[in-house]
């Protein structure tokens, strides 16, 4: 391959993007629509409820003026539930009353006829009867009189979201080996280009003469596409109490938040007092700036297949890799909080009798808290992805290794369980950084 | 006693880009113990450097200055500093923060307690002991920057522009206090400061200082400090020598600026 292939490529590539875009914009237009519209309609009613008189209501300039901004949380919840409705709809939800859905698959029985030429200028036409049913259930073959002429009637019985050949010959007494054929089916005429509409299916002629019929799959998705929300819940709770392949999943999460725990801690313990040094030695920081300013832009997932050539796939080579995540951005934390200390302070207690390592415990570290805590709150971020990542290429247990599990035997309930897990504790982990960082340095910002 | 000699004092360093800076020439003071001195000048005239060679956080290049006879080489807690702001620990209390000194000298809590508490009560904050600083308004933090550097008892006080971030109300409520602080104490001050108001009030001694090298261009000895103290600073600049000497030194001022800029231009 040359590069001028390569750019070929990727401009054909960077088309079908923009295609796939320009296919989307109407849904897109159609989303944002609603946005505002409800914002009409909630300003309405806010407004014949109670006007309000807050200091921000009586500001004449708000377009412009960052303080009026406030995340309304009325919009928060609207947009949730938007989401959770969308998904109800999309997905037959048992949770959202029927009318809401979008058009489902076709479920039940349908019939169709259709009109042979038995190769001499003779015609008949026989009808055919279509059962579709749902997965895992079964259903029976309705059984139906022959009828006149030389088509039989036929039945076929269809599971939702699959198709089936009708070999309509099979019963009857001109076959298409001796040049039988279908010319119309519902009294349309129909070839091997010209598919005709039955109503509930597509009925295709194939190149062998059979036919083929799609009953319609409407606009909700199928489960193994989209589970609807009930069912995901359904795999929360299951495998809470089950497991899911015989490790439960609090083990799949404790063995994840061990490991973004121990590779955080011992990235701490190592990159804190690396990025002190940094930050207060000349040679310190020559010696190490190379290395952090290398490994820093370096994403840890990258790290990945060295990690399992050096270290496996246990233990080990997980914590290894997130102490990695966790160090560099630990040391630059520390060095841009002993970097940050404003030298009036310095001086101060110098000038006030303190000595090297008073000025280090009772000035520098305490100075550097707030950094360090930002830097921490990344840190976990950057680990809490970077576990979930390493346990989809290799693990036994935990979270990342349930998905990949999951989505190989095709259970996208419980992958998107995990991936709703993997957000919330995502979240948890961070807020939970902010309020200790709320109560440990109240500080912070205030200098 | 605490008598601060200045001898022939100069300080150069080198620019990154090549050449030199001559910050002071040649600067020669006495300082009697229990003086309180203020210091004026264009910016660029050193008065900074002079402090924080004071100080001991810079070493001057030539001269000699020794604080009852020692040699200065460093900073110490005999010479204590007041920063214009953001000198505070706001990890700790108010009172922590004042009693930072006695801590870091490993005086017993039980000990310095009292002497915290009436240095508090003496610049009126203590009902906000237990504040953290950063609540605290700045008028309020630059009382615990002088409470904290009196707590540590030091012989000298250096004062970088201390009231220099402070509103117009503030300045002159802090301006009597200062004044009240140095009758009660008795320490010798060295008071940096850009408004020439502050340093003809506080300044029973003056000095000018002239940019290029930095040097002491003119001196004055004025009554306005011992007057001001538990006075009206409003009565005192009412004085007829206060407005003469206060256009006198504008004036002088406002030649260095405009030499220095005339300089600039000639350069540019």
């Known amino acids: 391959m040359n590069d001028s292939n390569v750019f070929a490529d990727l401009a054909d590539e960077t088309l079908n993007i923009f295609l796939s875009i320009g296919s989307i914009l109407p849904y897109l237009v159609g989303f944002i629509a609603i946005i505002v519209a409800s914002q009409t309609i909630w300003h309405r009613v806010r407004n014949s409820v109670d006007a309000g008189d807050s200091f921000n209501s009586l500001k004449t300039v708000t377009f412009g003026d960052e ?133 509930f299916a597509r009925v295709a002629l194939t190149d062998k003469g059979t036919l083929n019929i799609v009953p319609h799959k409407g606009v909700q998705m199928e489960s193994i596409y989209l589970p609807s929300p009930e069912k995901v819940w359904k795999s929360l709770v299951t495998i809470s109490k089950d497991g899911y392949q015989n490790v439960t999943l609090g083990e799949h999460l404790g063995f994840s938040l061990w490991r973004v725990v121990m590779g955080f801690l ?98 520098i570290i305490p100075n550097s808290l707030p950094e360090i805590f930002t830097g921490a709150r990344v840190a976990m971020g950057v680990c809490w992805g970077t576990v979930v990542a390493a346990e989809l290429v290799a693990a036994e247990k935990g979270i990342g290794k349930m998905i990949v599990a999951a989505s190989k035997f095709q259970n996208t309930e419980i992958v998107i369980m995990g991936i709703i897990l993997i957000g919330v504790i995502g979240f948890a982990i961070d807020v939970g950084i902010r309020l200790l960082e709320k109560y440990l340095v109240p500080w912070k910002g205030k200098g | 006693m605490a008598d601060l000699h200045i001898d022939n004092v100069s300080m150069r360093f080198d620019l990154p880009g090549g050449g030199s800076v001559q910050a002071l020439k040649n600067i020669n003071l006495d300082i009697k113990s229990g003086q309180l001195l203020s210091v004026l000048g264009p910016s660029g005239c050193g008065k900074t450097t002079l402090l924080n060679i004071v100080a001991g956080f810079l070493a001057q290049t030539e001269g000699d200055i020794r604080l009852d006879g020692d040699a200065i080489s460093g900073p110490g807690p005999e010479r204590g500093m007041v920063f214009q702001q953001g000198a505070l620990f706001e990890w700790m209390s108010v009172r922590k923060n004042v009693s930072f000194g006695p801590d870091m000298k490993g005086v017993p809590k039980a000990e310095s307690a009292p002497e915290v508490d009436r240095l508090l009560e003496l610049v009126g904050l203590q009902e906000f002991k237990d504040k953290a600083v950063y609540e605290l ?89 011992e007057l001001g103290v538990g006075a009206d600073l409003r009565e005192v600049k009412k004085h007829p020598d206060y407005n003469s000497k206060r256009e006198e030194i504008l004036s002088m001022i406002w030649e260095m600026e405009e030499e220095i800029m005339g300089r600039t231009e000639e350069e540019s």
């Open chain 1, 67 to 199: 303080s009026t901004v406030v995340s309304n949380k009325s919009a928060s919840v609207l947009s949730v539930l938007l989401i959770f409705v969308l998904w109800g709809a999309f997905t037959g939800s048992q949770l959202l009353p029927s009318f809401l859905h979008v058009p489902g698959p076709f479920m039940g029985s349908g019939q169709f006829t259709y009109t042979a030429d038995n190769g001499a200028g003779q015609v008949d036409t026989a009808s055919v009867d279509v059962i579709v049913h749902a997965a895992g259930e079964k259903a029976d073959k309705p059984k139906v009189e022959a009828g006149d002429g030389f088509a039989a009637n036929d039945a076929i019985v269809i599971q939702v979201y699959r198709s089936k050949l009708l070999l309509w010959d099979k019963n009857d007494d001109q076959k298409r080996k001796t040049g039988a054929s279908i010319v119309k089916v519902d009294g349309q005429s129909i070839s091997k280009d010209n598919a005709v509409d039955v109503g």
């Open chain 1, 266 to 363: 011992i990235g701490a313990l190592v990159g804190i007092p690396l990025g002190y040094a940094m930050g207060l030695s000349n040679w310190f920081r020559g010696w190490f700036d190379p290395v952090v300013e290398f490994m820093r832009p370096v994403p840890p997932l990258a790290l990945i297949p060295l990690v399992i050539i050096w270290a496996g796939i246990g233990e080990e080579g997980k914590v290894v890799l997130l102490f990695l995540a966790a160090l560099w951005i630990m040391a630059i934390a520390a060095r841009s909080g002993v970097s940050g200390v404003r030298i009036t302070k310095i001086h101060a207690a110098y000038s006030l009798g303190a000595s090297k390592t008073q000025i280090l415990r009772h000035v």
């Open chain 2, 137 to 225: 308004s700045g008028g309020m933090q630059q009382r615990v920057a002088l409470a904290r550097c009196l707590a540590n008892d030091p012989d000298v006080i250096l004062m970088d522009e201390p009231l220099g971030a402070l509103d117009a109300l503030t300045r002159e409520k802090m301006q009597s206090l200062v004044l009240d602080l140095w009758k009660e104490t008795g320490k010798t001050i060295i008071l940096i400061t850009h408004s020439v108001e502050e340093a003809l009030l506080l300044g029973e001694r003056l000095l000018v200082m002239a940019p290029r090298p930095g040097r002491v261009h003119k001196e004055y000895y004025l009554p306005f400090a």
